[in-house]
C-alpha cells in the first residue's frame, strides 16, 4: 500500500507532538537532601532556587530559609453543579482547599546546610 503525502505529513505531525509529549512529561530526578548536608551553602540554594519566599534568624544563628514549591489542590470534585448537569470539577482556589508546598533548609553560622525539610 502506498502512502500519499497528504496522509504522510498529518501522521508526521501526530508522532512528532507525541514525541514531544513524552519528553516534555519525563519526570525530574528529585533531589537528595541529605547526601546535601554538610557541603551545600546557602548561595548554592539561592542560585539553584532563587530567593526564599521566607527567611529568618534562630536565636543560635541559624539561617532558616523556606522556599515556596507550588500550591497543590486538595483533590477532584464530582457531583451536580448548580445547573443540573454531572460533570469533574477542581476544588475553587480557597483557603483550605490548598495546600502549600514549602522546601525548608536550615544553615549554620558558616553558612553550611546542617538540616532541611519539607511538607509534601
Known sequence: MKVTLAVRIPLLAV?????????GCATTKSVDWN?????YTYNQAVAELGSPTQQSTSSDG???AKWFV???AAGPNTGMSYYGSTGFAMSPNS??????RFLQLTFGLNGVLTD???NY
Open 116 to 118: 532541611w525539610s519539607k
Open 35 to 39: 547526601s546535601r548536608v554538610g557541603n
Open 70 to 72: 507550588q500550591r497543590t
Open 95 to 100: 483557603g483550605s482547599d490548598y495546600r502549600a
Open 62 to 64: 541559624k539561617v532558616v
Open 15 to 23: 508522532l512528532f507532538l507525541a514525541a514531544v509529549l513524552l519528553i
